[in-house]
């Protein structure tokens, strides 16, 4: 069966500092992969998309940046954090083809302090 | 652009009485529709879907497109139903899972 792993749980970093999230997936090939952001009493957004190894859509402009280093893996980074970027990251996957469902992965719980 | 709009951040209803969470959207093309709920100390997880016209756990939506809403709907809640729900909007023509969520609602079902 597929499984989705996200670290760290929670994360407290300092403004101006480095962020590195992973998330990786387990029993399927091919997935697309997710990054969403809940901000504080805001909806889900989805932040970056990834179709393929290397292959990365921004669907908002930010202080974050993706990447898929292989095919299964997908990290959410950021060179300088600002504290706007709190909030609860959700990391998530689906199949390629058809309409698939999301499945998430357990979430980060990042605060900028 | 799409957009979708959960009205209610919270509601409470008793054990036993009907329960309906709203979902309006807005997208021009053609939507495809989905609730997805979080219980406690779980994953958000799909609860289902407009295109199977399924029941999951009681619960049923359908797709109004002439007042392009997608409320969701229980005649008798359980206490396990608390949870918060999401409605989401997926953009057709695409076979990318890409979302677009509300904000939620927060279901608290009292015994």
């Known amino acids: 069966s597929q499984t989705i792993h996200q670290w760290p749980a929670t994360l407290v970093q300092p403004v101006g500092s480095p962020l590195s999230l992973e998330c990786t997936v387990e029993?399927?090939?091919?997935?697309?992969l997710y990054w969403y952001r809940q901000a504080a009493g805001r909806g889900l957004q989805l932040l970056f998309y990834?179709?393929?190894?290397?292959?990365i859509s921004s669907e908002v402009p930010q202080n974050l940046s993706a990447s898929r280093p292989q095919d299964r893996q997908f990290i959410l980074s950021s060179k300088k954090l600002l504290l706007s970027d709190s909030g609860f990251y959700l990391c998530?996957?689906?199949?390629?083809?058809?309409?698939?469902?999301?499945?998430f992965g357990n979430g980060t719980r990042l605060t900028v302090t | 652009a799409q957009r979708v709009t959960q009205p209610e951040k919270l509601l409470s209803v008793f054990k036993g009485a009907p329960v309906e969470l709203k979902c309006n959207y807005s997208?021009?093309?053609?939507?495809?529709l989905f609730w997805y709920v979080q219980y406690s100390r779980q994953r958000l997880q799909l609860l289902l879907r407009?295109?199977s016209r399924e029941s999951i756990k009681g619960f049923t939506a359908d797709l109004n497109k002439g007042e392009t809403s997608f409320h969701l709907k229980k005649p008798f809640a359980q206490e396990e139903d608390s949870a918060m729900y999401y409605c989401?909007?997926?953009?057709?023509?695409?076979?990318?899972?890409?979302?677009?969520f509300g904000q939620g609602t927060i279901l608290t079902v009292h015994p």
């Open positions: 998530a996957w689906s199949v390629r083809t058809g309409t698939s469902p999301l499945h």
């Open positions: 029993g399927t090939s091919n997935p697309n």
């Open positions: 990834s179709v393929g190894i290397g292959q």
């Open positions: 997208y021009s093309g053609s939507p495809e």
């Open positions: 407009h295109i």
């Open positions: 989401a909007l997926k953009s057709g023509g695409t076979s990318y899972g890409k979302l677009t």
